[in-house]
């Protein structure tokens, strides 16, 4: 239950995805970008938000070339769980290991919110204990999915009003054996009663599992 979570040079949630890891019944250990492996026994590896190497050229783009992720690439080429949030979201994306792109919210501003979620997918390892309806905060800029809905596995889509302004509303996908997955809302910020949500816990119990 050992779950690797990068760190990148710009990085801001890495301690809150590790808390929330750690509250699933799951071990977190750091792993810095410039490794080329991951640490013996890691079962499942998290890209956690921020502004990886400052937003540089596109959101995770430079990320995305880091020594690290072939290490991440490997892992998840061998079925382990890879799970990308807000900005690990979009270094998944620009990595390839999930469609669709991340562009600028339709609002063009930074959108920091409550939103609410439906589970569009259940038959993912990330999704399939969730209740069909989840309450997390979304915080970005950049954060509006782009692509084909039929070329993408879509795990998560935003009820009700689309914030960001994503095709299709979508909030989450996932690759074709569900085993990656990337979200631009921030489930670790809903673990704690005192956040006002505990929705976002069944997530990181899927990496705990791993």
Not at 84 to 112: D, H, K, W, Y
Request: charged content about 20%.
């Amino acid at each position: 239950m050992s779950v690797a979570v990068l760190r990148f040079p710009g990085s801001l949630d890495h301690e809150s995805a590790a808390r929330a890891v750690t509250a699933a019944g799951g071990e977190a250990r750091y792993v810095w970008h410039a490794e080329e492996e991951l640490p013996a026994g890691t079962t499942a590896v998290l890209l956690p938000g921020g502004f990886s190497y400052g937003d540089h050229l596109r959101p995770g783009a430079i990320a995305s070339r880091a020594p690290v992720m072939d290490a991440v690439r490997r892992h998840a080429a061998e079925g382990g769980l890879v799970l990308g949030i807000c900005n690990g979201f979009q270094v998944l994306c620009e990595a390839g290991l999930l469609p669709g792109a991340l562009r600028p919210n339709a609002t063009l501003s930074f959108v920091c919110r409550q939103v609410e979620l439906d589970v569009a997918d259940p038959g993912t390892p990330f999704t399939r204990d969730l209740p069909a309806r989840l309450s997390v905060p979304v915080k970005n800029h950049d954060g509006a999915w782009f692509g084909d809905p039929s070329d993408a596995r879509v795990v998560l889509r935003y009820a009700g009003e689309n914030v960001l302004g994503s095709v299709d509303a979508v909030a989450g996908v996932a690759n074709r054996e569900g085993n990656v997955m990337g979200l631009m809302p921030h489930p670790e910020e809903a673990v704690d009663p005192l956040l006002g949500s505990v929705d976002g816990l069944g997530i990181f119990a899927a990496l705990a599992r791993a």
